[in-house]
C-alpha cells in the first residue's frame, strides 16, 4: 500500500450538486466504513447526497448509470472485492471496472471509484477509513467525484 504522491485534500463547494452514493454490503466492516469516508466527504461539501444499497460489486455499473440518468452530477461508486481460491474474484473485479469506466464516459459524469480489490480482509480494513486504518478510500473516491464534476462544469460552461 503506498500513499507516495497523493494531493493533498481539497475543500470543495458542493453545494450545487448531487451525488450517489452506490454501495455494494458485502463486508459490512470494511464496506460501512467507505460509506462513511464518502459521506462524510460529501457533507463537508454541502453537496445533496442519495445513497443506493446494492447487493455486491457487480451490480454497481447499472445502478450507478441509473442514478446519473436520473438526474444526479456525480456517483462515488463504493464496493468490496476479496480473492478467494477461483478465478471469481477476476472476473467480478475486471466487470465492475470496465462496467463503472463505461458508464463514466457513456453519461459523460464523472464516477469516483472506491472499489476495493483485495488479497484478504486486513487491506480493507487498512484502506477503509475506520479507526486505525492507514487509508480512507471512500472519502477519497467520494473528493474526486466531487472535483472532477466541477471540473467538467468549469469545461462546459465555456
Not at 453545494?15 to 469516508?37: F, K, Q, S, Y
Not at 466527504?41 to 446519473?68: D, H, I, N, W
Not at 464516477?111 to 480482509?121: A, I, Q, R, S
Amino acid at each position: 500500500m503506498s500513499t507516495e504522491g497523493k494531493p493533498d485534500e481539497q475543500q470543495v463547494d458542493g453545494t450545487r450538486l448531487t451525488v450517489a452514493i452506490v454501495h455494494g454490503t458485502w463486508h459490512p466492516v470494511i464496506a460501512d466504513g467507505l460509506l462513511e469516508g464518502a459521506r462524510r466527504v460529501l457533507q463537508a461539501a454541502g453537496a445533496t447526497v442519495v445513497e443506493y444499497p446494492v447487493p455486491g460489486s457487480f451490480e454497481l455499473p447499472v445502478v450507478v448509470k441509473a442514478a446519473l440518468e436520473a438526474g444526479a452530477d456525480a456517483a462515488v461508486a463504493l464496493g468490496v472485492i476479496i480473492r478467494g481460491g477461483t478465478p471469481h474474484f477476476d472476473f467480478v473485479a475486471t466487470a465492475t471496472t470496465d462496467g463503472l469506466t463505461r458508464v463514466a464516459l457513456d453519461t459523460g459524469k464523472p464516477v469516483g471509484f472506491g472499489v476495493l480489490t483485495l488479497d484478504d480482509e486486513q487491506q480493507g480494513i487498512d484502506r477503509a477509513g475506520l479507526a486505525g486504518s492507514k487509508e480512507d478510500k471512500g472519502a477519497e473516491a467520494a473528493s474526486a467525484a466531487l472535483q472532477t464534476a466541477l471540473t467538467l462544469r468549469e469545461i462546459r460552461a465555456v
